[in-house]
């Protein structure tokens, strides 16, 4: 029988498995796309690279793990002060409630300025539709399809990896070096 922690390392490893074949998937439809023009082929690639970096910081801000009210006195209750200074490094309350007022602030700019959002999507396809050029797509809403295709998938995409790896796994690498570090320095003294 698998334990949680065989789990979350399979988790983790099919997540980068998925992380790849997205990546795969995208480099062809670049490469099919643009017909291996270097112009339009790099071009590609920094949108790609831009909106899922953007995503992905999106996600790590709003996948934060947040603590609740019994875990801090659930893990330090049968540890020594040493150690249990230590363990309460594994719950950044600051970091939690930073990372709380960041998604709401997220969340209520998107809802009130929802028509502006959608505004500026359409400036950015226009943006598409110059910057890719006629000898890519004849047709200018095909560049702006193009274009806001690669942007809108990368920042979705990177918004859902990083979301999920930092809800299942952060505090799993978190936990694992404070128990070296603490592992560490419990030898030490003794």
Not at 37 to 62: D, N, Q, R
Not at 175 to 183: A, L, S, W
């Given at each position: ?139 200018p809403a095909a560049r702006s399809a193009y274009g806001m295709g690669l942007s809108i998938s ?14 299942t796994r952060l505090l799993d690498v978190l936990r694992k070096t ?13």
């Amino acid at each position: 029988m698998a334990t949680i922690k065989d789990l979350g390392e399979l988790f983790a490893e099919g997540l980068f498995k998925a992380i790849a074949v997205w990546a795969g998937v995208m480099a062809l439809i670049v490469l099919l796309a643009t017909r291996a023009k270097p112009e339009a082929l790099s071009l590609s690639v920094l949108i790609v690279f831009t909106f899922a970096a953007v995503g992905a910081l999106v996600g790590f801000i709003m996948g934060i793990p947040k603590p609740s009210e019994g875990d801090e006195a659930t893990l330090t209750a049968d540890l020594s002060a040493t150690r249990s200074a230590i363990v309460r490094l594994s719950y950044n309350t600051g970091l939690a409630k930073i990372s709380t007022a960041v998604t709401t602030l997220i969340v209520g700019f998107s809802v009130a300025q929802f028509g502006t959002v959608i505004d500026r999507a359409r400036d950015l396809g226009s943006t598409y539709q110059d910057v890719f050029g006629s000898e890519l797509f004849a047709a200018p809403a095909a560049r702006s399809a193009y274009g806001m295709g690669l942007s809108i998938s990368a920042l979705i995409l990177g918004f859902i990896f990083m979301f999920m790896w930092t809800t299942t796994r952060l505090l799993d690498v978190l936990r694992k070096t404070i128990e070296e570090r603490g592992g560490a320095g419990d030898t030490a003294d003794k």
